[in-house]
């Protein structure tokens, strides 16, 4: 019984991913029309595609039914991004050459009653490359919105604008104020935060995270949150809010809601085999091949339903705990503990317990396969 939902999982997952892959809106960043070059001191020498989900840009409508389709890009994502930058900004042997790590980049429309609306959304880090080690200079994200009857066609237009406005912003750092440290951009074979304890501050990404490399900044500073252990808010919303992918108090890793769905606060985690469990209001990105996840970056799809979600630190990706999957994992071996969890399905004490339990029997890796099944 097992092996025939397993089976049934995987072509659906197919099935799906098979479907969106004929019918993708495509994005061309080039020719510019309207965009100028810029006279800056630096030119873009090399992309790192740092996204968590590599296969879409998020979502475009076609067609008079507004039919909800995935992008992309006509070219390779690091290339089209490349040809763009090379055309504002120019190579010159006299500038700085940038490395670009780009953690996101999405777009979304939303159809209301007489107009729609076109997002973009991007977060990017800004780095320097010698003698075979990056450096960070800086984090930047930008975001565009417009109305009109029909915005599919001027994607490209919203994308140009934050790219470009990121670039603008480094450029106009004090570099006297600029950050200069070391990074490590490659991942080792295990993730780092799993081998030795977790350093307190702030993560910029998921690959400082996988590292356990943080940052240290007086600055930033979080609102009172004794009445609420579970979540953090910091005391200026805004406030360098590109520079979080997450935080750790040096015993608990708290993660940017923003990175799965909008919001604005710190959520706890817990540590349990090779992933952090948490609660919270998500998009379930698993049930629709990445396009919730890309409504939800962008606040267009938001649901009020708490769920129980797994980050696995070895993938960065996220996996949320349904029903389906609890029952595939108790119902058969474990009746009376499926039935008390199927009474606490969201609650997030009785799914670390139930987990610990499972990941620490003998069939963890097909208790890790049913948890990571879209």
Known sequence: MLKKALVIIVLMSSFVNFCQAQDYHIINLLPLEEDTVENVNFYVSKIIDNRIYKDNLGIAQKGVFNKKVLSTFYNPFEEELMDYFNAIFPANTSKTPLVLRINQLLISEHTGAFKETGKATVNLDVLTEKDAIYYFLGSFSAYAEKNSVDVTGKHDDRIRE???SCLIQFSELNPDTQM?????????????????PIKKGFYTSFSELYNNQPFQDASIAFKDYSSNQEKLNLEEREHKR??????????????????????????????????????????????????????????????????NVLLDLYTGQYHSIDGSKIRMLLNDK???????????????????????????????EEVRYILEAS
Not at 341 to 361: A, C
Request: glycine letters at 4%; proline letters at 3%.
């Open 334 to 364: 474990y009746p009376d503990l499926y039935k008390h969890v199927r009474k606490n399905l969201n609650n997030k004490d009785v799914m670390k317990s139930v987990l610990i339990k499972l990941l620490e029997s003998e069939n963890k």
């Open 162 to 164: 934050i790219l470009k």
């Open 242 to 307: 590109a520079l979080y992918y997450a935080y750790s108090d040096g015993d608990y890793i708290y993660l940017n809601a923003s990175n799965y769905s909008g919001e604005k606060h710190f959520v706890k985690s817990e540590l349990i085999d090779k992933y952090l469990l948490f609660n919270d209001t998500f998009v379930n990105q698993d049930k629709v091949a990445g396009m919730s996840l890309a409504f939800g970056v962008l606040g267009l799809l938001m649901s009020n339903e708490q769920t």
């Open 180 to 196: 200069n440290r070391p990074i490590l951009i490659e991942n080792p074979s295990a993730p780092v935060i799993l081998s030795e």
